[in-house]
Every structure is written in structure tokens, then in C-alpha cells.
């Protein structure tokens, strides 16, 4: 019940009235001892600068590269990060869970 | 997402509406639904539940194609009766755990913005403060801090009235006994008088106004929290 998406949701809306590119990343289902739960949001724009998180700070830099496609082309991705996936690994979430990231541009 | 939905999701969110966000991850297309149109969506039934139980996750259509839902809560707001020390340490703490806070006090003497600086603060009687914010609901977490039963009998009442998230009233048991006594005279019984938390906070042996702050906020998280906590138990039970 608590709110901490509010200020990120807020900020997407005015990055983009400023006439930046931006992407918004939500977690959209988590496995195992996930990081941060559904529904949570990064916000990213087309310098790379970002606000918010979809981990503890473990895939985040994955993240922000693919959302810089998103940006480019405008097309929609979901990307898979954990264990089980060894560029995941790569990435970095070494707590064991899983999870889904949505990446979308603000049109 | 389109700017014109973001900008929509965010006036409902100002207003405090509740909104949900239905996207289909496969081609991106998405569309907000206000709390009030539930029943005119296609997965209305999905989308109910989904408000009912505040989770966002993904579901699966009619169609068996996958669909998320972002359930969207209005911000908690937290209303301190009492312009006292212990809420000149709460406000910081609660800007940083992103609730929605205002202090309300008729008193000016302590109702003063030299002592809340940045606080949205109401020198008002309860009952007039309310008018000014918008009605309590059960999105709003209330604490009577100011140890004067004209203060805090009034803002106890209209919260138990809203069936607001939390409720707490500062103040020893034989304090919280007379209380009692009053709100059973004033019509409630022992089930409502039982959502307030007197003595208000966690039992951390708190002495200072900072502690006595960290102890109200620890409480009203665990209480918004609540299903979280009892799913944990009701798992740890199970295996």
C-alpha cells in the first residue's frame, strides 16, 4: 500500500514535456527472493541518466542499454534477468531470483 | 506508453483515484482504466480483483494471452493531530518513507512554519482542517499526538468514521481508558475502538521525540504491510 512509483511517474511525464526521449522499465513478475517487487519503475533517458530501480542496483546498467533501443527504435521489449540465464549472471542478479523487465517508450 | 496516458495516470493519482494500467507485453498496447470505469473494461472481473488485493502481476486474457496489470494507490496520506516535538522529528522521517503528511494543530503557538519548515501545515480544529484537505479515507493513516481530548477525541472520530488505514492516539492506558469510555459513550463499539492504537507506536522502549517517532512510523508501516506479514506467517505455518 505504500507508494514510492509516485515522484518516478511524476518525473517520466516531465523529462518528456522537456522534449527528452525517455523509456520506462517496470518489473512485471519476479521469481524467487526478488529485489524489488512488480510494478516497480526506472526511468531512463536518452543520455543514460536514470531514476528509480528494478533491482538493488544489479541490472540496472543491462537495463538502461536496452532501454536506449527502445528509445532509438520505439519497439516495446521485455528482457529476462536471473540465475538461470548466463548473460543475467553476467549482469549480475546474484541473489538468486528472477526477474521481468517491460521497456517501453513514452510516445 | 503514450504521454497523454502517463499524464492521465498521474491526474488520477493527484486527485487520489485509484487507476490501473493494462498493458499487453507482446505488442505494448495499453490502456488506463479509472477505478469508477472498472465495469465498463473487458476484464473487469481481472481488474476488480487486482484493486481489491492493491497487487500489480501479470494475468492471463480470455484468450490465454498474457496481460499485466499496474495497480495504481493513491499515495498514503498521514494526518498528525499535533504540532508537538514528537512530529516536528515524524515529518522528515515520513517525506522519506514517501508519505503524504499534514500536521494539523488549532493551537498557533505550535502550528508556527518556524518550527515545520516545508511541512504542509493546517492551524486549524480538526473537523475544519478536514474540510480543507478532503474527506479521510481508507487511504489515510491518522495519529492524535497533541494529549488534549478536545484536539484529539474529534480527529479520532472522523478517522474510525473513514475506516482510515491506521489509527493511533499518543497517551498512557489509564489515558486511553477514559478515552474509551468517551468514544463508547459517543456511539462506538469495542470492534472500532479496537482498530486504535493506544498507546500509539511499536514497543521499542522509546524515550526521545526522534524514538517516539520511529516507533508511530515502524507501526503504521507494519500496518500497511499487514497482509504482507500474515502471507509470510501463513507460509512459514504451511511448511
Redesign the interface.
Known sequence: MLSTEDDILRAAESWRREGRLVALATVIETWGSAPRPVGSHLLIDGDSRFLGSVSGGCVEGEVITEALDVIADGRPRTLEFGVADETAWRAGLSCGGRIRVFVERIE | ???DT??A??AE?AARRAALIV?D?A??S?RLVRAADIAADPLAALLRERLRS?????AEQPDGRPV?V???????RFIVVGAVHISQALAPMAAQ???DLTVIDPRTAFASPERFPGVRLIAQWPDKAFEEIGPLDA?TALAALTHDPKIDDPALVAALRADC?YIGALGSRKTHGRRVERLKEAGFDEAAIGRIHAPIGLDLGAVSPAEIALSILAQL?AT??KERIESRDAARAGA
Open positions: 506508453m503514450r504521454l502517463l499524464s495516470l498521474n493519482r498493458t507485453p505488442d505494448g495499453q492493491g497487487r500489480s502481476g501479470l499485466f499496474a495497480v495504481h494507490l493513491p499515495p498514503v518513507l514517501g508519505l487511504y488505514a508501516i500497511l504491510r
